[in-house]
Nanobody, 122 residues
Framework: VQLQASGGGLVQPGNSLRLSCTAS????????VGWFRQAPGKEREGVAT????????YYDDSVKGRFTIFRDKVRSKVFLQMNDLKPEDTAVYYC????????????????WGRGTLVTVSS
């Protein structure tokens, strides 16, 4: 099983990016998927989660109203739409998956992808 996060890059504050999470060896449609991030010198933290089955979404307070996690079930991908980006959003972003209904903690996820770097700077 391999997960891959992509779509990162350098953007100015206030702009948007959309990250994608794809998987080989499993179908993301049947997994809860979480996005995490790790800023330089900081621990990894959860950003957003979408549940398995009913697609409920959960967000960290720091991104509520700016980030949206959603699925493309046709292509079995999960996206993280990030709007109004701030310098403090700079981090390596990771996606993770579990067959459980819901997972919000790192240890609850079974599969992790390589991250994608998001840099928000003017």
């Amino acid at each position: 099983v391999q997960l891959q996060a992509s779509g990162g890059g350098l953007v100015q504050p206030g702009n948007s990016l959309r990250l994608s999470c794809t998987a080989s060896g499993l179908t993301l449609n049947y997994h809860a998927v979480g996005w995490f991030r790790q800023a330089p010198g900081k621990e990894r933290e959860g950003v957003a989660t979408i549940t398995n089955g009913d697609d409920k979404t959960y967000y960290d307070d720091s991104v509520k109203g700016r980030f949206t996690i959603f699925r493309d079930k046709v292509r079995s991908k999960v996206f993280l739409q990030m709007n109004d980006l701030k310098p403090e959003d700079t981090a390596v972003y990771y996606c993770a998956a579990t067959s459980s209904h819901l997972a919000t903690m790192e240890h609850e996820y079974d599969y992790w992808g390589r991250g994608t770097l998001v840099t928000v700077s003017s």
